[in-house]
């Protein structure tokens, strides 16, 4: 499997988490999206144009959640927990993390750069904020539920966004914020990340 990824993807990141976690050995396709053509460069291997692009046997999966569920069932159900419900709850938070938080999204840009906290929330941004702060409060412990999964893979990335801006939770939603960004294979993946320019 190849794995197209490009820089400052936020999506990318989850996508290559998810491999990590679900134990896919895959090969990486680093695209640099600050350089001049790289539409162009993304089409090669994907239709859409977009990042991340997973390749497998002649078939391209260009959306990251489907990829997320190949990965799952790639891997015996790795990324989600066991119990229906969670499981459940742990698909429904992936998708509000995939369709959801335009607001922050738009008025925090992910970047690797030091930026100011931000002084002023729009009544939208306060809005979404105070609901990823309910979601990170229901962690059941370092992650989400029992052993870490798509869920911690997809909100990770949102707590390092948080934080740049000055963002930090307290009590049990502040607990998991700070796992998250202390977690080992995140760590790891924001690293290599760094150098898919």
Request: one cysteine or more; glycine letters at 6%.
């Amino acid at each position: 499997m190849q794995l197209v990824v490009g820089t400052l993807s936020t999506w990318s990141l989850r996508a290559f988490m998810c491999a990590q976690i679900a134990g896919i050995k895959l090969d990486l396709i680093p695209i640099n999206l600050e350089k001049q053509g790289y539409k162009a460069e993304v089409l090669k291997y994907s239709s859409t144009g977009l990042v991340p692009a997973l390749l497998v046997d002649g078939f391209v999966v260009h959306d990251s959640l489907a990829i997320a569920e190949y990965f799952n069932e790639c891997s015996d159900g790795a990324l989600y927990p066991k119990n229906q419900s969670e499981r459940a709850q742990a698909r429904s938070l992936c998708m509000e993390m995939h369709s959801g938080f335009m607001n922050l999204r738009s008025q925090c840009p992910f970047t690797f750069n030091q930026v100011a906290p931000l002084e002023h929330l729009t009544d939208a941004v306060k809005k979404e904020v105070e609901r990823v702060e309910a979601i990170f409060a229901q962690a059941k412990g370092p992650f989400m539920f029992d052993q870490a999964g798509a869920v911690d893979a997809f909100y990770a990335v949102l707590a390092f966004r948080l934080k740049a801006y000055g963002i930090s939770f307290s009590g049990q939603a502040g607990e998991y914020q700070q796992h998250l960004l202390k977690w080992s294979l995140f760590e790891k993946v924001m690293t290599l990340s760094r150098s898919w320019s």
